[in-house]
């Protein structure tokens, strides 16, 4: 690895603040890093702030820069694929500029996400149930096959299966660690980092070569899959889970959050379900999070791109579909066959009650679905 003489000072920065840049943004809203090595001596502060200012200030030495610098790249020199990018590079990602405390830089093996293609973050529980599992990998799936990319965790359970699930369709995935680059964690996913990194995907961590992943680094690197994701999918947690964290960064970075609703007698779905009464979106299915992103307007390009469309079509119009009227395939792409009541369908796809029941009769009629107690609706 070879860094500019301004990458240097970043380096040294990063290793001064361990990871919480919060007060050296303030710091660069006055001056340059190199401005803050000069300055480290000077500088005081009381409260949080007082450690990483005591570090910097006994950190400025003559050589303590270059022996930053010399450290990052020794200890990657068995893992010659990793990049460096600081937040002043170009191809730092755009997404994390929108995000509180954003990283000072990012080691990275891989591509990092395309700026002008959707990503989804997907989250839940490591614990996860068989049902969890299956609905991490087919919900990535469906995104993968629409070529939106998918930003998860890399942990055991929901994040394994959305990495796995992404593959499947030939996708782009991308694990954000809380170690550092050159260390797989749980160890048992080494073929899946194989596989990403084989399949063009990424491995994007914050942390200097040799970080394992203590506990406290697992909340902040939530903020990062939180902010590479342009929403988040949240697919299993129990009443008490760390994914808390990440949803509550997604909230404060402007994200739509969508839940799965799961079983009342499951304390898997326990958080989840309150997710939901607390105002987070239906997910039910691939198409709740495409719709979500095909209405953020940076993506109009995107959609209008004759291949996502074309394997849009591929993937979700089977034979009955294409026999359907417009509102009939949105309504009826929410249908499954356990049986969806009719107001999750509305919120799904936010049709007028009125037009929605109209539709749900037509479909009726036609002989594609049924009509359930409780108002309820399944496919036939």
């Known amino acids: 690895m070879e860094f500019s003489q301004e990458e240097k000072y970043i380096l040294w920065l990063m290793d ?4 919480s840049p919060g007060a050296v943004w303030r710091l660069l809203e006055r001056y340059s890093p190199e401005g803050i090595f000069r300055n ?10 007082a450690d990483f200012f005591a570090r910097m200030a006994a950190n400025a030495g003559g050589d303590c820069v270059e022996a930053v610098a010399a450290r990052v790249c ?8 990793v990049k460096f990018f600081a937040y002043n590079n170009p191809a730092y990602p755009a997404r994390l500029f929108e995000i509180e405390n954003r990283p000072l830089g990012l080691f990275v093996r891989g591509a990092l996400p395309a700026e002008d293609a959707p990503c989804a973050a997907i989250i839940g529980s490591r614990r996860a149930s068989n049902y969890g599992k299956k609905a991490a990998a087919d919900m990535a799936q469906g995104l993968a096959a629409v070529g939106i990319g998918v930003i998860s965790g890399l942990a055991r359970g929901i994040d394994t299966r959305a990495h796995e699930g992404a593959l499947a369709k030939n996708g782009y995935t991308a694990a954000v660690l809380a170690c550092s680059v050159d260390i797989c964690y749980p ?23 040799k970080t394992a992943p203590l506990p ?14 342009d929403i988040l999918l949240v697919i299993e947690a129990a009443k008490k889970s760390g994914t808390n964290h990440t949803v509550t960064h997604a909230i404060n970075q402007g994200r739509e959050v969508f839940a799965l609703p799961g079983s009342i007698y499951s304390p898997a779905s326990a958080g989840t379900n309150d997710m939901l009464k607390s105002g987070a979106h239906m ?4 198409n709740d999070a495409i719709y979500a992103l095909y209405r953020q307007q940076k993506f109009a390009k995107f959609f209008q791109n004759t291949a996502p469309v074309t394997k849009l079509k591929e993937f979700y119009e089977n034979d009955i579909e294409k026999t359907l009227a417009h509102d009939q395939k949105i309504v009826y792409a929410n249908i499954n066959h356990e ?3 009719a107001d999750f369908i509305a919120r799904a796809t936010e049709m007028e009650m009125g037009k929605l029941l109209q539709t749900l009769t037509a479909l009726e009629l036609g002989g594609h679905i049924k009509k359930l107690p409780g108002q309820k609706y399944a496919l036939i």
């Not at 480290?40 to 702030?49: E, Q, S, V």
């Not at 406290?216 to 994701?229: D, E, M, Q």
Request: proline letters at 8%.
């Open 216 to 229: 406290p680094y697992f909340p902040a690197r939530n903020r990062i899959i939180s902010g590479l994701g």
């Open 283 to 286: 997910l039910t299915h691939p």
């Open 74 to 81: 020794e200890g990657f020199a068995k893992c010659n694929d």
């Open 339 to 341: 049986g969806v009541a």
């Open 40 to 49: 480290a001596k000077r500088f005081r502060a009381d409260g949080r702030a």
């Open 16 to 19: 001064c603040c361990n990871n």
């Open 187 to 209: 160890p048992e996913n080494w073929r899946l980092v194989d596989n990403i990194l084989a399949s063009g995907g990424a491995l994007i961590s914050e942390h200097f070569p």
